[in-house]
């Protein structure tokens, strides 16, 4: 079975600084990883993915993570947060052939 | 670009009442899901639903529960009986194919409070 946790329900930052938001899987058989968005009063939006073609992943509005087997994470950076850029995050994890298992989200605040 | 159309927005209604929530998948799409967020916890899978018949449920989608695609175009979670623990935002989405790898699009969700 898979599972992810993602560390900090909240997590806040000036405009400009990095974001940096915590994702940490559990998966018996290589992981498909999946980083989602979700701003006030919408649908969850996929921001990327990662499907063992690169480590880097690179996806949309700046964002991008790094999946590290050896840590088992899978964390989504920022160089420089923006305004538009706060709103609810959440990280996915499937075998495949399984439902996607969701964390619990991280809120991001970006003061400016 | 198309998208997931959810409806209603909010739906209130009291216990032991029967509720549908909708959905509108994208047009092309061939899998269909629920998930639903209670306040506070995690996203969680209810089921998916492939060639008009469910193809994966989680625990929670008990009797109680039921989907269907009653014509072409839309996608529906009833609920027979509500509870209290029902209340929770439930997200419809889709995707073009399987495996789970595949990129889900989905809605806006639909909170339901059950009183």
């Known amino acids: 079975a898979q599972s992810v946790t993602q560390l900090g329900s909240h997590v806040s930052v000036s405009e400009g600084a990095l974001v940096l938001l915590r994702c940490n899987y559990s998966s018996s058989v290589p992981p498909y990883l999946f980083w989602y968005v979700q701003y006030p009063n919408q649908g969850l939006q996929l921001l990327l993915k990662y499907t063992s073609a690169a480590t880097l992943v690179k996806g949309i509005n700046g964002f991008e993570a790094e999946f590290k087997k050896s840590e088992t994470s899978f964390h989504l950076t920022k160089p420089s947060a923006h305004m538009s850029d706060a709103a609810e995050y959440f990280c996915a994890v499937t075998s495949g052939n399984t439902p996607l298992v969701f964390g619990k989200g991280t809120r991001l605040s970006v003061i400016a | 670009e198309p998208e997931v159309t959810q409806t209603p927005s909010h739906q209130v209604t009291q216990m032991g009442q029967e509720v549908i929530l909708r959905c509108v998948p994208i047009?092309?799409?061939?899998?269909f899901y629920w998930y639903r967020q209670i306040l506070g916890q995690k996203v969680e899978f209810l089921v998916s639903f492939y060639n008009n018949e469910i193809s994966e449920k989680s625990e929670i989608f008990d009797d109680q529960f039921s989907v269907e695609r009653p014509d072409g175009s839309n996608f529906t979670l009833k609920i027979r009986s509500t509870k209290l623990e029902d209340s929770a935002m439930y997200f419809c989405?889709?995707?073009?194919?399987?495996?789970?790898?595949?990129?889900?699009?989905f809605g806006n969700g639909t909170r339901l409070t059950v009183t």
């Open positions: 989405a889709s995707s073009v194919s399987r495996p789970y790898n595949s990129p889900l699009h």
């Open positions: 047009s092309n799409h061939l899998y």
